[in-house]
């Protein structure tokens, strides 16, 4: 059986180290419009990494796939069905973390513009 890698989690992962978005809501003031920045720029990082790791796993689906089909032995098979599980599991995580990242900006740049 081909051995295929997937990234690290702790590496790759679409949360990071970013702040949540509360954290930035300060009163009005200069800090206050560079913390909405702050806010901004994180939630769209997360959101660009969340995005990266969810082409990242389809591609390596699309790959695992390809590679079943020229698989004959029962053992083989549901061994690459389980990293399709495993990668489709962390994919489902990534666009959660997405669908979360994809509010959080919406609400920084509302929070900026009022």
Do not use: W
């Not at 970013?18 to 560079?34: R, S």
């Amino acid at each position: 059986m081909t051995d295929i890698r997937i990234r690290n989690d702790d590496e790759y992962s679409p949360v990071g180290d970013c702040e949540p978005y509360d954290k930035y809501v300060d009163d009005k003031g200069t800090d206050a419009i560079n913390k909405d920045v702050d806010a901004i720029d994180q939630a769209l990082e997360t959101f660009g990494k969340s995005s990266e790791n969810i082409g990242y796993a389809n591609g390596t689906i699309g790959e695992i796939y390809e590679r079943l089909d020229g698989v004959t032995n029962p053992d083989d098979r549901d061994a690459f069905n389980s990293q399709i599980q495993r990668i489709s599991d962390k994919r489902d995580g990534a666009k959660n973390i997405r669908d979360q990242a994809r509010e959080d900006v919406k609400r920084a740049f509302e929070h900026y513009y009022s």
